[in-house]
């Protein structure tokens, strides 16, 4: 079986981790990362974006804010807008304004949410022309409506998933991925919700909840390494896939879209 066309990007950008990284947020209780190691699977996963055909801009470290790595959730990025968001952790607000300057060289008419909305990009699931929008413990109903307005003012359609109920996940795409045409990687705690009727879905086994966070890059999809049923899965509908260690960044609530603005 062939795979579905991709959605072609040219472009990504991407922040190494600082060297205090470990200072970052995190839910999890899975030790603390290891820098080094942590940058050696950064560097792979650069490599991977290359390989998929992008040019990848590279932003400098920012021990500013230690989460700072996790460029997704500062913009959510389109083929006909940009929205710099306001991220719902308060030691993350500023992360934004060191990364506007970067969206408005390619995007000069960047919009932007503004209080009381807050809204992490983890929490958007861009599926064609339509958007998955989360509600979650990081993206409030403001936030989620505001950018639903400026989605709409693009001629692109939305629907709000609430996450606030499900465990074990931060953002709506921790367990939730677009893989093109109608088909979607959920996790289970996702997979009987109204929202994603009318889709074709891949339901990841338990125990490897965290793959779920996989991301299609033109012809390929980038998966986290150590899944072996999620990846055999994606390569029988025919699906190249790209396995990447992402241990150390699991430990910091990160997933492999977290680790680039892809457009």
Same mark, same amino acid.
């Given at each position: 079986m062939n795979s579905p066309q991709p959605?072609? +990007? %040219?472009?990504?950008?991407? %922040?190494?981790?600082?060297?205090? !990284?470990?200072?970052?947020?995190?839910?999890?209780? !899975?030790?603390?990362?290891?820098?080094?190691?942590?940058?050696?699977?950064?560097?792979?996963? @650069?490599?991977?974006?290359?390989? @998929?055909?992008?040019?990848v801009l590279h932003l400098e470290p920012d021990a500013?804010?230690?989460?700072?790595?996790?460029?997704?959730?500062?913009?959510?990025?389109?083929?006909? @807008?940009?929205?710099?968001?306001?991220?719902?952790?308060?030691? #993350?607000?500023?992360?934004?304004?060191?990364? #506007?300057?970067?969206?408005?060289? +390619?995007?000069?008419?960047?919009r932007s949410i503004v209080a009381p909305g807050t809204l992490d990009g983890g929490d958007i699931c861009e599926a064609g022309s339509h958007f998955f929008i989360g509600l979650s413990e990081r993206t409030n109903e403001a936030g989620a409506q505001e950018l639903a307005r400026l989605l709409t003012a693009c001629d692109y359609t939305w629907s709000f998933v609430d996450i606030r109920g499900v465990s074990g996940i931060l953002h709506l795409k921790s367990g939730l991925a677009w893989l093109g045409e109608q088909r979607l990687v959920v996790i289970e705690a996702l997979r009987d919700l109204d929202d994603f009727k009318g889709h074709d879905l891949v339901s990841v086994a338990r125990g490897e909840e965290y793959a779920a966070n996989c991301v299609r890059v033109n012809d390929r999809v980038l998966i986290a390494a150590g899944y072996p049923i999620l990846e055999c899965m994606l390569r029988e509908q025919?699906?190249?896939?790209?396995?990447?260690?992402?241990?150390? +960044?699991?430990?910091?609530?990160g997933g492999l879209s977290c680790l680039s603005l892809r457009f």
């Open positions: 959605q072609l +990007f %040219r472009r990504a950008i991407v %922040r190494a981790p600082s060297a205090n !990284f470990a200072e970052g947020l995190t839910t999890v209780d !899975f030790g603390a990362p290891d820098y080094d190691r942590a940058l050696e699977q950064h560097a792979a996963y @650069c490599v991977a974006l290359e390989q @998929c055909g992008l040019d500013r804010y230690p989460d700072a790595t996790f460029v997704e959730d500062a913009a959510v990025l389109t083929e006909r @807008c940009a929205v710099i968001t306001r991220p719902g952790a308060p030691s #993350r607000l500023e992360e934004v304004d060191a990364l #506007r300057p970067v969206i408005a060289e +390619f995007y000069p008419e960047a025919g699906y190249k896939t790209i396995a990447l260690d992402m241990t150390e +960044f699991q430990k910091m609530d």
